[in-house]
């Protein structure tokens, strides 16, 4: 399967709208921070109005650092599609790198929230068998505007690197068949199991 958005072996971003999204949800924080923390102890005396407006010129110091951070991270993430493996790399101060075999993929979730709606972008999360954070994505595609047709190219691409024909429907992978010998591993370890609860009984 050939996509005009997402070429094999070339990188992409995501959208310029993830900057916007970033920084929206930053803002709103904030925002609530104010509202249900800062008011509240203003309107109660913990706190005098002069230190209350020194929070907020901090706050708004914090609103534009955290803007040109959110370039910088923008800057820095790039994609790249591979006939058998997905490669990523991003971060401003610590750099991340990861490579996500396709044939390791379990899962491919579209998700888009409330802020991202109006932006036109949704994220992509991939899940991977033997990840360490359970229920938690390997890695998240965020701000991409092609999401839908990105899962089916990625799903194609599980599809193919674990046997199949490249055809069905459906956001979950099939995972891939045990082999004979992992097979004989678990015979091994259930007749253990069974020989332990005899034993007990």
């Not at 401003?92 to 991202?116: A, E």
């Not at 599809?159 to 004989?184: H, N, Y």
Request: glycine share 6%; net charge neutral; with cysteine.
């Amino acid at each position: 399967m050939k996509s005009e958005q997402f070429p094999l072996d070339t990188p992409f971003k995501p959208s310029r709208a993830i900057i916007t999204w970033f920084t929206t949800n930053y803002v709103l924080l904030m925002a609530f921070i104010i509202v249900v923390i800062l008011l509240p102890l203003v309107y109660y005396g913990e706190i005098s109005w002069d230190s209350f407006n020194l929070v907020l010129v901090i706050i708004a110091i914090s609103i534009v650092l955290f803007a040109i951070w959110a370039r910088l991270y923008y800057d820095s993430m790039w994609y790249e599609l591979h006939d058998d493996e997905m490669r990523w790399k991003r971060g401003v101060i610590f750099r991340r790198t990861g490579i996500v075999p396709y044939n390791r993929v379990t899962n491919i979730d579209v998700k888009q929230g409330p802020v991202m709606r109006p932006l036109s972008i949704s994220t992509v999360s991939i899940q991977t068998a033997g990840y360490s954070g359970k229920g938690v994505p390997e890695i998240s595609i965020e701000g991409i505007v092609h999401a839908e047709e990105l899962r089916e190219l990625l799903r194609t691409m599980v599809r193919v690197c674990s046997g199949g024909d490249g055809t069905g429907s459906g956001g979950t992978v099939a995972p891939q068949a045990m082999k004979p010998a992992d097979l004989q591993e678990v015979l091994v370890e259930m007749r253990a199991i069974r020989a332990l609860l005899e034993e007990k009984l």
